[in-house]
């Protein structure tokens, strides 16, 4: 499994000049691309954000010429979350919950027609005990190993809690399981 990941963004480009070429290529081949971020004012980090306009360009990794040979590959995204889960859904402070703020990156996936997995998130992230982090990191090593990623397509998702939820893999708050 070739999985090309953005989690070195902030390593590789601390300038924000972005070698397109290079990134292009470190997509070829690939069948799952990670993009591995906390999540910053309710979004993706400026420098994730850049790399997404700069990097997925039309006519490579869309449009009617887009011929990137990333389509068709798994996109996860690995997302913390400094706040508590309960900050997030229709009763919480942010009215919306976490997939909602992540649907910009399901709408994205969709145009350069990647599978949009079911994202890994650890929510409560300010709070988090290190044995939780520890648990978290096997989880998420766990979750790059696995040869298919579950598709996140089905998933009905309104809050936090309540029947209506359905808790993704990789979810949990304050260190514990959601």
């Given at each position: 499994?070739?999985?090309?990941?953005?989690?070195?963004?902030?390593?590789?480009?601390?300038d924000?000049?972005?070698?397109?070429?290079?990134?292009?290529?470190?997509?070829?081949?690939?069948?799952?691309?990670?993009?591995?971020?906390?999540?910053y004012?309710?979004?993706?980090?400026?420098?994730?954000?850049?790399?997404?306009?700069?990097?997925?360009?039309?006519?490579?990794?869309?449009?009617?010429?887009?011929?990137?040979?990333?389509?068709?590959?798994?996109?996860?995204?690995?997302?913390?979350?400094?706040?508590?889960?309960?900050?997030?859904?229709?009763?919480?402070?942010?009215?919306?919950?976490?997939?909602?703020?992540?649907?910009?990156?399901?709408?994205?996936?969709?145009?350069?027609?990647?599978?949009?997995?079911?994202?890994?998130?650890?929510?409560?992230?300010?709070?988090?005990?290190?044995?939780?982090?520890?648990?978290?990191?096997?989880?998420?090593?766990?979750?790059?190993?696995?040869?298919?990623?579950?598709?996140?397509?089905?998933?009905?998702?309104?809050?936090?809690?309540?029947?209506?939820?359905?808790?993704?893999?990789?979810?949990?708050t304050?260190?514990?399981?959601?």
């Amino acid at each position: 499994m070739a999985t090309s990941p953005c989690a070195t963004c902030t390593t590789s480009h601390p300038d924000f000049n972005i070698d397109v070429a290079t990134e292009q290529a470190a997509l070829l081949g690939a069948d799952r691309i990670v993009l591995q971020y906390p999540m910053y004012w309710l979004s993706c980090p400026p420098l994730l954000k850049k790399w997404l306009d700069d990097v997925l360009t039309f006519g490579w990794a869309y449009g009617s010429t887009g011929t990137a040979p990333a389509r068709q590959a798994s996109l996860l995204l690995a997302v913390s979350v400094g706040g508590a889960g309960s900050a997030y859904g229709r009763e919480g402070a942010h009215i919306h919950t976490i997939h909602e703020f992540l649907r910009p990156m399901q709408g994205t996936s969709r145009v350069i027609g990647t599978k949009y997995a079911v994202p890994f998130l650890s929510v409560g992230a300010l709070e988090i005990t290190d044995e939780a982090i520890a648990r978290r990191a096997q989880d998420y090593a766990a979750v790059l190993q696995t040869p298919e990623l579950p598709a996140a397509r089905h998933l009905r998702l309104r809050s936090f809690s309540g029947p209506e939820y359905r808790v993704p893999v990789g979810v949990m708050t304050g260190g514990d399981p959601v």
